[in-house]
């Protein structure tokens, strides 16, 4: 493979959310650049802030973040690290959860809270309008509907321009999608977990961007002489660059957004869009599980 600096995230190609917003399939989370338990501040805030610039300079246009990362730390750092934003850059964040502490996290789905908080994602990101509000977890004591549908409020006052949903069923999303369009569904999917297959087959059916988080997660697939080792080592790579080359082989709508506080991972991730699999080391990748 090439060095890691001289590949960018256009390896991974294209795929335009809403039919009018373009982005490289490969982009960044930003959940790791918080403290522990995903509560507070980070030990490197610095570092924080090297990691959003690099991925920007290696062509990442997708930074995906959450107001309670933190909370609200990783928009912070987006802030200060990219402000003023370039032109092709999204920026994905999400609402309806709170936190009451580390590791501690509780969905609340009322529209007043929804509006609330994307209110302070607008104040806290420093932006006029949010490219894409994902709904972060349904509350079940809210009908779907319901929240969905002050998000739907919310895009026609110009505050919002796409809308998406996480951790959800397809019957959810048909519910949703009853209210207001969705664009991009992001759940937990990965080489070794795929209980969203369903979620992403009716997502590629219906042009929905899926958003795989943990997507780099191996597990014991990637101990001494697996398959997963034996193709890596075949291409020079590490087991995580290529279950990343699996998600963006396994659908073009995928849309992987792994997360790092550390530059040279960074990089990394982002050679690995350049890895491309035979159909022979796909379909055996995929037997795995």
Do not use: C
């Not at 973040?65 to 003023?84: M, N, Q, S, W």
């Amino acid at each position: 493979m090439a060095e890691t600096t001289d590949i960018t995230a256009s390896a991974s190609g294209t795929f335009t959310l809403g039919g009018d917003l373009p982005v490289h399939r490969l982009g960044y989370g930003t959940m790791q650049l918080t403290g522990k338990g995903v509560w507070g501040w980070p030990e490197d805030r610095e570092g924080a802030v090297r990691v959003l610039r690099r991925a920007v300079e290696l062509g990442v246009n997708l930074i995906d973040t959450a107001d309670v990362y933190g909370p609200y730390v990783t928009d912070a750092f987006i802030r200060e690290a990219l402000h003023p934003y370039a032109d092709d850059l999204v920026i994905a964040t999400k609402v309806g959860f709170t936190r009451q502490g580390p590791g501690q996290w509780t969905p609340v789905g009322r529209p007043e809270y929804i509006r609330q908080q994307t209110e302070l994602n607008l104040r806290n990101l420093d932006v006029e309008r949010i490219d894409l509000l994902q709904l972060h977890r349904i509350d079940p004591k809210v009908p779907v509907e319901e929240t969905v549908g002050e998000l739907k409020a919310l895009q026609d006052e110009g505050k919002v321009r796409h809308i998406g949903l996480s951790e959800v069923s397809v019957e959810e999303i048909e519910r949703a999608r009853a209210v207001a369009d969705i664009v991009s569904v992001q759940n937990l999917y990965n080489l070794t977990n795929r209980k969203s297959e369903d979620v992403l087959d009716y997502a590629a059916e219906n042009g929905i961007a899926f958003i795989p988080w943990f997507p780099l997660a191996t597990g014991e697939l990637s101990g001494p002489g697996s398959v997963l080792s034996s193709i890596a080592a075949e291409h020079g790579s590490t087991p995580s660059q290529l279950a990343l080359a699996w998600l963006l082989r396994r659908s073009p709508v995928i849309l992987p957004i792994p997360g790092t506080k550390s530059v040279e991972h960074l990089e990394e991730n982002v050679a690995g869009a350049a890895i491309t699999l035979t159909d022979e080391e796909f379909e055996r990748l995929s037997a795995l599980s």
